[in-house]
């Protein structure tokens, strides 16, 4: 299933892919269509959806695509998009992602898609990592069905994870304590998961997990890409057993959040099109607050717009960067919420608001303590902190 809307007049075509974790093992897939039924089948999925940030059709909410033809693709198939499984004696679920997104394709070009002129492939989360795999091999599958003029472009919102060392290392128990390695690793043969052809000729047979890591699969896609990661994902510390729950936030735990915000920039340092806040969060371009998040005061739809524009220019003569119209935007402030454009948050018991004072107080911040290695008054860190300097 999918739903679909159309915008007659408009010749681009947006698809999300929906994220949400995934299971690879019977255990867990079956705890998961347990607790979490619409993620596994579209049995009880309502029959129409109104669409909120990218897929919005209010130019205040979506400035650049609010006139597209959405697609929104729901993800039901638990295998970050890359299975190609059908249910077996073996196996009681089947796992078809990929195979999803072509028949989404193949239905689509009847109804318009074929005289398309962009098509951006979007997801957030595993969408996100969906959109890495796949996005490749979408514009393949247009072009053999003779649609040569379609520009495919891929737009991946939280799906850039690291393969980095957990901070407390646990056994693979559950989707969410598993290090991601070895829950792709395991994964991958459980869903029968496909890796583009270009990423697996880059590693070992057997290591293919490789390729669900952005930063890794990055350097072999063709069609280009628009990165959109939180620097401290609430996703990636999660599966890192990084907690930020009760109890204050120990001085080991604080410095691997700001290491990992450190490793998250350096894997973004040669991607083309890539936004970047040093912000605590997950998702965004679905969300209606996706207009007020900026990065070096460009909000991601001015940088989106952006990026089709330079596109649009390269593709006409191959011209330098356009001026005032920055598409590779990261964050250099050190540690989560440094960005005053940040989404607010909130305490996870209470639901109270809290400014980055009360966050970074909680988070176990010493302030005197970063105040003498900065060679600061406490008092002065305090302000540049309340106005993200």
């Known amino acids: 299933s999918y739903y679909l809307k159309e915008s007659r007049g408009s010749r681009r075509w947006l698809l999300f892919l929906e994220g949400g974790w995934y299971c690879f093992n ?17 049995r009880e999925w309502p029959a129409t959806r109104v669409g909120t940030g990218i897929l919005s059709s209010q130019p205040e909410e979506n400035p650049h695509w609010w006139n597209a033809n959405m697609v929104f693709i729901p993800y039901c198939s638990s295998d970050v998009w890359s299975g190609a499984s059908s249910k077996s004696e073996k196996s009681e679920y089947a796992f078809m992602g990929a195979l999803i997104i072509q028949e989404v394709i193949k239905e689509l070009v009847g109804k318009g898609l074929g005289t398309a002129k962009v098509l951006l492939l979007a997801g957030s989360s595993a969408g996100g990592t969906g959109v890495l795999l796949n996005v490749d091999r979408v514009a393949e599958q247009l072009e053999e069905m003779g649609y040569q003029g379609i520009q495919v472009r891929g737009l991946a919102d939280s799906g850039w994870f690291l393969d980095n060392k957990q901070y407390r290392r646990t056994d693979c128990i559950d989707t969410i304590t598993c290090a991601p390695t070895e829950a792709i690793r395991r994964g991958i043969r459980y869903w029968n998961g496909i890796v583009p052809e270009r990423c697996k000729l880059q590693f070992k047979e057997g290591e293919e997990w490789n390729c669900f890591f952005g930063y890794k699969i990055y350097p072999t896609l063709r069609c280009p890409v628009f990165v959109v990661q939180w620097l401290f994902d609430e996703a990636q510390l999660t599966v890192d057993n ?19 915000g450190r490793e998250l920039r350096n894997t973004l340092k040669d991607v083309t099109a890539s936004f970047a806040p040093a912000c605590l969060s997950h998702e965004i371009i679905t969300r209606n607050h996706w207009t007020d998040i900026q990065v070096k005061g460009t909000s991601l739809p001015r940088a989106l717009h952006c990026w089709d524009r330079s596109l649009h220019e390269s593709n006409k ?12 935007l990261i964050d250099s402030c050190p540690w989560p919420h440094c960005n005053p454009s940040c989404p607010t948050i909130r305490d ?25 290695q900065q060679g600061l008054e406490p008092s002065k860190l305090l302000g540049m902190l309340s106005s993200g300097n």
Not at 28 to 38: K, L, Q
């Open 317 to 328: 003569n191959g011209k330098a960067p356009l001026k005032g119209c920055p598409i590779h």
């Open 242 to 260: 990084v907690h930020l729950t009760g109890q204050p936030v120990q001085e080991g735990q604080w410095l691997y959040i700001q290491n990992l």
């Open 26 to 42: 019977r255990e867990n897939c079956d705890t998961r269509y347990e607790t979490m039924r619409r993620l596994m089948s579209s």
């Open 348 to 372: 996870q018991f209470t639901g109270q608001e809290m400014n980055v004072i009360q966050f970074l107080m909680h988070m176990g911040f010493d302030v005197q303590k970063m105040a003498q």
